[in-house]
């Protein structure tokens, strides 16, 4: 707030990245764009065509390919150079201009997937057969298994018209959530009034001053509570929607459908909440050691986000912060520290904040280039962390693009957050080793910690409640604001357990989760942090061997599904193992953290 943002000019070069390595100039991405205008023409070439001969097959499938490789470079190059000052106009329009691009190719791509499905099988032998279409063996495979869900042509158009119209319930959501719910005021620590927003709950829900936990905690859900009945209603309507796609598309369940687009089985979803309610008990010592420290009569519901430990006053410079991500991640070997060096080195991080400058931080970049990372530094322990989790995206990427074939280079979400947890554990675990100070220790444990709470305990309790109401509704059954709430009340003392007083307004946290429109997908922050620290847990004991296991897998993109890839690398997700082990790594912090408060 008090100095004034440098503008872009005056950051050195050097702590810029350089996207002229995607494009030298402007009007190099000019050219690319106009002969990606032609080269979207050529659809009618192969429309029509594609199962009349391999060699057909191949050349339409790497004209695909050239249009998918060229759309990426000019998308992301436009967009990366409006987030550098999104003031200004030119990347403005550049940007805009490449997405409508986008959706020409994405048109012009789109008869692919319905032609191959629609090649009569003997036909679809013949192709498989010839030698040519070998690299391409994952990718019909893929396209193949879904056979058993494509409808017939008139069914298929249907069902997209009517996927428009389910989207209803979402807009209705975030039109009620994000444009229209008011909260009214709150006293802030020094008394003053704040309008409490979605945005700042957080922020009062850590307030070291009860009674501003307490009253945003209230005023957040009279909020809520207010809508009740239409929230109810909204959720109702959007559960219905997936139930009658799965149904349409001859599911089993929403639940089998939702996990048939990563071809992950049911059963990995299924063992990870039994597997989490195994180590209820060490969630719920947790919860008691946070009474004790808070010294509460009663802990309730809003004193579940303060912080145990007070934050640590760290000044980090983003010299620092490289020099310790790259000694934390020492265990993954001479191999990946060199690609992270060079990383450091070649333009591939935009470090520093700037006048108009995109907030936040993101990995991100194109098969032709080298990976690309936007941050914010802000010299804190955060920004550190934020360092290593993108730099763990940039080389997962880095990997991919050098050893696959373009098609096959982009990994699924299933396994993309894995790379980055994984950077963040083991530098979090170098620097709780090499804490001196008892007080910092306890910082850091607590904070990692919280990343359990928040990113194992808390999801698998919302991928509970996703599996509940779900099969309430394909038992017919309507979810009503009385039911939702009932269940979620269940669910968290289960949870939670007797060492908390379960406030009734957490009856109601259901109604604002936003991800429940999206269902079935949080389960996945579970089940990535999972496999991460599955995969510290062995190259800390294992070494060399596992870190190779781990390189490949990096090395792997999206060449096979999610769960075949992690299995190949050593951690199967179908076992509960990768879960346990994530789990007793907690129970062993919180036995540290116990051992430092308690002294
Ligand atoms: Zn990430």
Request: proline residues 3%.
């Amino acid at each position: 707030m008090s100095e004034v943002l440098r503008s872009r000019e005056e950051i050195p070069q050097k702590d810029r990245w350089s996207l002229e390595d995607i494009f030298a100039t402007d009007e190099a991405w000019e050219k690319r764009y106009k002969e990606t205008e032609k080269l979207i023409g050529l659809s009618e070439k192969y429309r029509g065509k594609i199962g009349q001969s391999a060699d057909l097959f191949v050349e339409c499938l790497e004209w695909a390919d050239h249009l998918g490789l060229n759309m990426e470079d000019l998308f992301t190059y436009a967009r990366m150079r409006r987030d550098e000052d999104n003031r200004i106009s030119r990347y403005q329009s550049m940007t805009d201009r490449a997405s409508m691009l986008s959706v020409q190719a994405g048109s012009a791509l789109s008869f692919i997937v319905p032609e191959i499905l629609a090649i009569p099988d003997d036909q679809f032998q013949e192709l498989r057969k010839n030698s040519k279409t070998d690299i391409y063996r994952h990718y019909l495979e893929n396209i193949l298994r879904q056979k058993a869900h494509v409808l017939s042509f008139a069914e298929e158009k249907l069902l997209a018209e009517a996927s428009e119209l389910a989207t209803a319930p979402s807009t209705i959501f975030s039109m009620a959530n994000d444009a229209d719910l008011k909260f009214g005021s709150i006293q802030g620590e020094d008394g003053r009034e704040i309008e409490l927003t979605k945005g700042n709950f957080i922020k009062y829900m850590e307030s070291k001053e009860r009674r501003v936990r307490q009253e945003a905690f209230a005023t957040l859900y009279a909020g809520y509570g207010k809508q009740i009945n239409s929230w109810a209603a909204m959720l109702n309507a959007s559960v219905k929607a997936d139930v009658f796609f799965a149904r349409t598309r001859k599911y089993k369940s929403a639940m089998e459908g939702a996990l048939d687009d990563d071809k992950v089985p049911v059963s990995v979803y299924d063992s990870l909440i039994q597997t989490v309610h195994d180590y209820l008990p060490q969630f719920q010592r947790y919860i008691r050691l946070r009474k004790e420290v808070l010294g509460v009569e009663e802990l309730h519901m809003y004193d579940i986000y303060v912080p145990l430990v007070p934050e640590m006053n760290a000044h980090i410079p983003y010299e620092e912060a490289k020099d310790t991500v790259r000694k934390g991640l020492k265990p993954l070997g001479e191999e990946y520290l060199k690609i992270l060096d060079e990383g450091y080195q070649s333009g591939w991080i935009d470090i520093y904040e700037n006048a108009g400058k995109t907030s936040g931080a993101y990995s991100w970049g194109t098969y032709s280039s080298h990976p690309f990372v936007l941050l914010n530094h802000q010299n804190t322990f955060d920004s550190l962390f934020t360092l290593a989790h993108e730099m763990g995206h940039a080389l997962h990427s880095y990997f991919s693009n050098k050893n696959q074939i373009h098609l096959y280079a982009g990994y699924k979400i299933f396994v993309a957050e894995v790379a980055s947890t994984l950077n963040e554990s083991l530098v979090m675990r170098h620097l709780i080793h090499t804490a001196k100070d008892p007080q910092m220790k306890a910082y850091l444990l607590n904070h990692y910690l919280e990343q359990f709470r928040g990113t194992v305990f808390r999801q698998t309790l919302f991928a509970e409640f996703e599996r509940e109401i779900h099969a309430a509704v394909e038992r017919n059954e309507s979810l009503t604001s009385e039911y939702l709430s009932k269940i979620y009340r269940e669910l968290s003392l289960t949870y939670f357990g007797p060492g908390v007083v379960l406030d009734e307004q957490i009856n109601m946290e259901w109604a604002r989760i936003p991800h429940f429109y999206n269902a079935f997908y949080v389960y996945k922050y579970a089940t990535g942090f999972s496999a991460a620290t599955a995969f510290v847990h062995q190259i800390l004991e294992e070494g060399q061997p596992a870190v190779e296991r781990y390189l490949e897998f990096l090395s792997s993109g999206g060449s096979d599904y999610p769960i075949e890839l992690l299995r190949k690398a050593g951690v199967d997700m179908e076992k509960p193992e990768p879960v346990q082990q994530a789990l007793t790594v907690f129970t062993e912090l919180l036995d540290e953290l116990e051992n430092l408060l308690r002294k």
